[in-house]
Nanobody, 123 residues
Framework: QVQLMESGGGLVQSGGSLRLSCTTT????????MGWFRQAPGKEREFVAAHGWSGSVPVVADSVKGRFTVSRDGNKNILWLQMDSLKPEDTAVYFCVADGNIQRIIKDTPDYWGQGTQVTVSS
């Protein structure tokens, strides 16, 4: 089974930065599609970003374009989410996700989910 574990969340001031990481285990293709979702209190879960095979162009949600960057370290099987210029509206639990089909990630139906890591941005 594919297992995911997020880390790097925390409390930051508005305008600050955080770097989230997701470590994967299990039998996967070297570039198994992965991504990030988030869910804020009282709101529905929201797609954040996705990263597919090596050389592919990452997909980033309009709400975070220009501020968030998704990347991956294939040798160590790690997915990253660099978050800059954070806003209070970014406060949420951030989940790492994975699916053999990147389109299912983009369309909010990935097969595998991590436990989540809390990101809190103070005003």
């Amino acid at each position: 089974q594919v297992q995911l574990m997020e880390s790097g969340g925390g409390l930051v001031q508005s305008g600050g930065s955080l770097r989230l990481s997701c470590t994967t285990t299990g039998r996967t293709y070297p570039t198994y599609p992965m991504g990030w979702f988030r869910q804020a209190p009282g709101k529905e879960r929201e797609f954040v970003a996705a990263h597919g095979w090596s050389g592919s162009v990452p997909v980033v949600a309009d709400s975070v374009k220009g501020r968030f960057t998704v990347s991956r370290d294939g040798n160590k099987n790690i997915l990253w989410l660099q978050m800059d210029s954070l806003k209070p509206e970014d406060t949420a639990v951030y989940f790492c996700v994975a699916d053999g089909n990147i389109q299912r990630i983009i369309k909010d139906t990935p097969d595998y989910w991590g436990q989540g890591t809390q990101v809190t941005v103070s005003s």
